[in-house]
């Protein structure tokens, strides 16, 4: 958007010369911004940004709860597991544990809380994505990823934007995460198996054959859309950063090792 700040300084020189069309630049800067967040829906308030963020989560992990029809017990552990995580006060536990139950309900319409979500998230990139690895993570609760699930995850991806190759290559960092996870509480060797190396690349979304420039740049970008700081500046609830300083400190885990093994500095 610039016509506002052209026609602004144009006006303002025609009236005042200088001093006019600075000022027409400035009231034409605001008219711009005025009229992008008309368009899209941008949410100006932090504070409806982190309650959209935070009831969109849960509803959307309730409604692939329910995606195969039915809730298992390890889904309600999923989203109890993400509510403690978050150490979660017992009022906001009681928020998501009535947004997770909204969701799993028939007439829920994940259509509309999703345009809601990007009218007020939008502007984010990085909260979309994390919002999505969320759901990915929900979605694998019982241990796989069913078609119904993947078909909502795809419904979700859409909506807000993220292109199928770009769901894929998550689907496939948050299912490394949870192994390399796993593998880094049982402890390992201290020559990293191929399977915790091929897991620290997916993890970072790179192929194992890139090179140390494409892996770094790689590992840079990650850094940078899950840093906390950065997410809380966007407005991810501050009970949610845990979740993004996890997700960092294995991020950061991975590069280490295969920083190690390639032998980069």
Not at 1 to 30: C, D, S, T
Not at 117 to 139: K, V
Not at 182 to 192: D, E, K
Not at 216 to 243: I, N, T, W
Request: aromatic content about 8%; proline content about 3%; hydrophobic content about 40%.
């Amino acid at each position: 958007m610039f016509w506002g700040k052209l026609l602004g300084a144009v006006f303002g020189f025609a009236f005042l010369n200088l001093p006019g069309a600075i000022l027409g630049l400035w009231l034409g800067h605001r008219f711009d911004k005025g009229i992008q967040y008309k368009n899209f829906g941008y949410a100006q308030d932090p504070q409806q940004v982190q309650l959209t963020f935070f009831s969109t989560v849960f509803q959307a992990m309730g409604h692939i709860a329910k995606a195969d029809g039915r809730v298992s017990e390890n889904e309600i552990q999923m989203a109890k597991a993400v509510m403690s995580h978050m150490g979660l006060s017992e009022e906001r536990r009681r928020s998501a544990i009535e947004n997770f139950n909204l969701g799993k309900q028939p007439e829920f319409d994940l259509g509309e809380c999703l345009q809601e979500f990007t009218q007020n998230c939008g502007r984010a990139p990085n909260l979309m994505q994390m919002f999505i690895e969320i759901q990915i993570s929900a979605a694998f609760a019982d241990g796989t990823l069913g078609s119904d699930e993947q078909r909502v995850l795809e419904a979700i991806a859409q909506q807000i934007g993220i292109s199928n190759l770009r769901l894929n290559l998550l689907i496939n960092s948050v299912q490394a995460q949870q192994r390399y996870h796993q593998s880094q509480r049982q402890g390992s060797a201290q020559q990293p198996t191929g399977m915790q190396l091929a897991d620290a690349y997916q993890l970072l979304c790179v192929d194992a054959s890139a090179s140390d420039k494409d892996v770094k740049r790689a590992y840079r970008k990650m850094m940078s859309q899950h840093h906390p700081d950065k997410l809380a500046a966007k407005g991810m609830p501050d009970d949610m950063l845990e979740v993004a300083k996890e997700k960092t400190q294995e991020i950061q885990s991975a590069w280490e090792m295969i920083r190690k093994q390639r032998n980069i500095r």
